[in-house]
């Protein structure tokens, strides 16, 4: 049983470089969120997707960017990384509305230097 | 904009003692659901228990329970005979009932003392 799986658990970047990181959920999902966790700030909801092909921005969407191709995966996408993005980052999902429950991976620790 | 606020950063508690962690929302709607969670040093997020607004009866599951104040709009998590392991940082969370986005406080690290 995977579950949320997220590629990769830790990175270390340069500013201004770019990369991606991958969430993939096998439980058919239909929404999926990203999240990053910084000390003293809880997790803050950067984007949010209700189903293949849509996304929503959340509370902290500047300097990300993301996609939903496929239902089964969720990607974040950083184009040029900044020190203030060195966060951990994670990727959850639930089934549906009534089913609410968030199910999330082990987390990515991102260090932009 | 719904919050959820966590007044406590940080608690202790003695082993096989009893502690509550609090948890208080803003919100204007009647149909929602409220989370705690469970954050260990291992950084895995572990659902610990959900409470749906419209039951009045409070969530338990094993040693966990909540004491949920609809109109106060308090959400608060009780944990009975603590044990080592339940060491961890607790997140609150808030999901609307017609919205697609999960809203959580800023935590509240539990200590267990030996």
């Known amino acids: 049983n995977a579950g949320v799986t997220q590629t990769p658990k830790f990175r270390v970047l340069k500013t201004g470089q770019s990369m991606t990181l991958l969430c993939a959920q096998d439980?058919?999902?239909?929404?999926m969120y990203w999240y990053r966790q910084d000390p003293g700030m809880g997790l803050r909801l950067i984007h949010y997707s209700v189903g293949e092909g849509t996304t929503a921005k959340g509370e902290v969407p500047d300097g990300y960017n993301v996609s939903r191709l496929k239902k089964q995966n969720f990607l974040l996408g950083l184009e040029s990384a900044a020190p203030s993005q060195t966060s951990v980052y994670f990727c959850a999902s639930s089934r549906d509305r009534v089913n609410t429950e968030a199910f999330f991976g082990q987390g990515t620790r991102l260090t932009v230097v | 904009a719904q919050t959820v606020t966590q007044s406590q950063p940080e608690m202790s508690v003695q082993e096989a003692e009893t502690v509550t962690l609090s948890c208080t929302y803003d919100t204007s709607e009647s149909d929602y659901y409220l989370f705690w969670y469970k954050q260990p040093p291992s950084r895995q997020m572990i659902l610990v228990i959900r409470q749906e607004a419209y039951k009045q009866q409070n969530a338990t599951e094993n040693r966990f329970s909540v004491n949920f104040q609809k109109a106060a709009k308090s959400f608060s998590l009780k944990i009975s005979d603590s044990q080592l392991g339940d060491a961890a940082m607790y997140f609150c969370?808030?999901?609307?009932?017609?919205?697609?986005?999960?809203?959580f406080g800023k935590g509240t690290r539990l200590h267990i003392l030996p």
């Open positions: 439980m058919n999902h239909e929404y």
């Open positions: 969370a808030y999901r609307r009932g017609r919205d697609d986005k999960i809203i």
